[in-house]
């Protein structure tokens, strides 16, 4: 079963769950997730996730 986390600037899955993600997982960075205090921990655990497997979603466009 895939698993979906989507990272925003209101909503955020545990930093330890972005790290553990792998193969099984899509991580959804939305462009308002820049504007968190702690984006760089979150942009950090993300490549620790995309190097385990996970895809990563980059949208550059709110609304999506």
Same mark, same amino acid.
């Given at each position: 079963?895939?698993?979906?986390h989507? #990272?925003?600037?209101?909503?955020?899955?545990?930093?330890?769950d972005?790290r /553990?993600a792998g193969? &099984? =997982? %899509? #991580?959804?960075?939305?462009?308002?997730?820049?504007?968190?205090?702690?984006? /760089?921990r979150?942009? &950090? =655990? %993300?490549?620790?996730?995309?190097?385990?497997?996970?895809v990563?979603?980059?949208?550059?466009?709110?609304?999506?």
């Amino acid at each position: 079963m895939t698993t979906i986390h989507t #990272i925003d600037t209101a909503n955020a899955p545990a930093l330890g769950d972005i790290r /553990a993600a792998g193969e &099984e =997982a %899509v #991580i959804r960075v939305r462009r308002s997730a820049t504007e968190r205090k702690d984006f /760089a921990r979150y942009w &950090e =655990a %993300v490549g620790v996730a995309l190097v385990r497997g996970a895809v990563v979603d980059v949208i550059n466009r709110e609304g999506n």
